[in-house]
């Protein structure tokens, strides 16, 4: 299996559990767990299990949800379904939590920004309870794991949902695993540093450690005017002028690199090592947590971001030179097979491994053009060559695993 080894010195950790792969937020709705079954067949097929300690993840308790989330949000989250909903809603406790109706909204929402109608971005969907509770879970046995120093990098794709809020969804992000994750770290490390390298802002996280000198949050994002009619790039905050909350003790302990569309490998590359570094050298963190939101990538169904695989990985190599335990985990990412390279990929930096440009057979059949939709220059370049699952054709590593059973 490609001499795939442990690492020499240090110990990974990957913590998943398949049932989160069973869930759909709706028929066309870009979040798309389906991503994470082809990023587990990837990492599996190149044998990348054999260098860490894999983890069956377990749902997360509510207890451990309200450490951040508000009581109310949590139990309604843990009873919710599509059959639920309705009933639910009308309960006074619940219902106070409902967002005034704007006249242009296009879709009706619920208490806590969540919503049954299919346009929406926080759908109620069947075994949502599940997904939630188990990815949640899997974060949590991650930051345990490196609490204990039984892991010095610890892994999980499944996570990384920042837009979450205490008492309301955002976003596709119900639970803030990552929120949790630091309040946890809190105990044991003096100072955490978050970066965010999704496409989007890491508003939740930012906001929840906002007065806090101890958590420093640094997010790089597509940031500025979307489109023609002026509508911004969601979230819509994170501009530079974003530095924590003034006048608190927090204040100066958030950063935001707000980018426009199209930015390149090099421009990427130079903002990231330089910025990240400095970070790192002034705030002394003594761990850090990484979001890889994979929708930075060129091509991405909701990014706007030309990034190859190559240079997302070598933003996580750049924070593992550091050498401080780290969490590394999932977050956007709606290009299914680019987000599953990309991942399988950073797994392999993770373990110290180099995969051959090669899938293995029995996943990927033949390489076919690249036919994403690209920002900026719209130049392929070298990198993106990385993995010749860069070049199937939509749909093509899907039908492929769907024949490998593991
Ligand atoms: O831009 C928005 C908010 C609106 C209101 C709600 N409508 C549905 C869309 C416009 C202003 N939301 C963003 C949310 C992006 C979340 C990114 C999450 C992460 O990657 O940072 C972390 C996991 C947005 N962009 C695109 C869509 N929503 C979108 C939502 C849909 C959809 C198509 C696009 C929801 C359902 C369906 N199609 C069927
Ligand atoms: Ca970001
Ligand atoms: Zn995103």
Request: with cysteine; hydrophobic share 35%.
């Amino acid at each position: 299996e490609n001499n795939i080894t442990r690492p020499r010195g240090y110990k990974v950790s990957f913590h998943y559990n398949s049932r989160v792969e069973d869930m759909h937020f709706g028929k066309t709705h870009p979040m798309k767990p389906w991503r994470l079954t082809l990023t587990k067949h990837l990492v599996l097929g190149f044998g990348l299990h054999h260098a860490m300690d894999t983890y069956q993840a377990v749902a997360a308790g509510k207890d451990q949800i309200r450490a951040f989330h508000d009581s109310d949000y949590v139990d309604f989250l843990s009873e919710v379904a599509p059959e639920t909903f309705e009933e639910l809603c009308k309960i006074p406790r619940f219902y106070a939590h409902t967002p005034p109706r704007h006249e242009n909204d296009t879709v009706e929402l619920g208490p806590f920004n969540l919503s049954t109608s299919p346009g929406a971005d926080c759908p109620v969907f069947d075994g949502m309870s599940t997904y939630l509770f188990l990815y949640t879970g899997a974060t949590l046995h991650a930051t345990q794991k490196l609490l204990t120093g039984q892991s010095d990098i610890a892994i999980n794709w499944s996570g990384g949902l920042h837009h979450a809020h205490k008492s309301e969804a955002s976003g596709f992000c119900y639970i803030n695993d990552i929120v949790l994750s630091i309040l946890d770290l809190l105990r044991v490390h003096a100072r955490v540093l978050y970066i965010d390298i999704d496409v989007h802002h890491g508003d939740g996280v930012e906001e929840a450690f906002q007065r806090q000198p101890r958590v420093m949050t640094l997010s790089y994002h597509r940031y500025g005017p979307y489109d023609e009619t002026g509508h911004k790039f969601f979230p819509g905050t994170g501009d530079i002028s974003d530095i924590g909350l003034r006048g608190t003790v927090g204040e100066h302990f958030a950063l935001n690199v707000p980018i426009p569309s199209g930015i390149d490998d090099r421009q990427y590359s130079y903002l990231f090592e330089s910025i990240t570094s400095r970070t790192i050298e002034a705030f002394n963190p003594s761990c850090i947590v990484l979001q890889c939101g994979a929708d930075s990538l060129g091509g991405d169904r909701l990014g706007q971001f030309n990034i190859n695989i190559k240079q997302h990985g070598d933003c996580v190599s750049f924070v593992k030179k550091f050498r401080l335990p780290l969490l590394l985990l999932g977050g956007g990412g709606y290009t299914a097979r680019n987000v599953a390279r990309a991942w399988c990929h950073e797994t392999a930096l993770a373990t110290n491994n180099t995969l051959p440009d090669a899938i293995p057979m029995h996943i990927v059949p033949r390489p076919e053009a690249f036919s994403g939709r690209v920002h900026g220059d719209g130049k392929l370049y070298p990198s993106f060559q990385r993995l010749h699952l860069n070049d199937c054709k939509d749909g093509e590593l899907e039908a492929m695993v769907k024949q490998v059973d593991w």
